[in-house]
């Protein structure tokens, strides 16, 4: 069992090591709480803009 679970510890302490900790150490404007939350508005913003635009196409051509 020991060669299952040490190679799956090993990969666990590595990406604490080796991403997470780093990422933690980033200032606060790139922290990825405010990436993610950014890129979720520029996001919802794109869709709303496609959404509007269905939504004239579809008034246009008369379809509910």
């Known amino acids: ?3 299952i679970v040490g190679p799956i510890a090993a990969l666990i302490k590595w ?3 080796n991403i997470l900790v780093p990422i933690g150490e980033l200032p606060a404007f790139m922290n ?3 990436i ?3 890129l ?3 996001g919802l ?3 709303l803009n496609l959404q509007g635009k269905y939504n004239k196409k579809a008034k246009s051509e008369g379809i509910k």
């Open 1 to 3: 069992m020991e060669y």
């Open 40 to 42: 979720g508005f520029v």
């Open 45 to 47: 913003f794109y869709w």
């Open 32 to 34: 990825p709480n405010n």
């Open 15 to 17: 990406t604490f090591d």
């Open 36 to 38: 993610f939350i950014v």
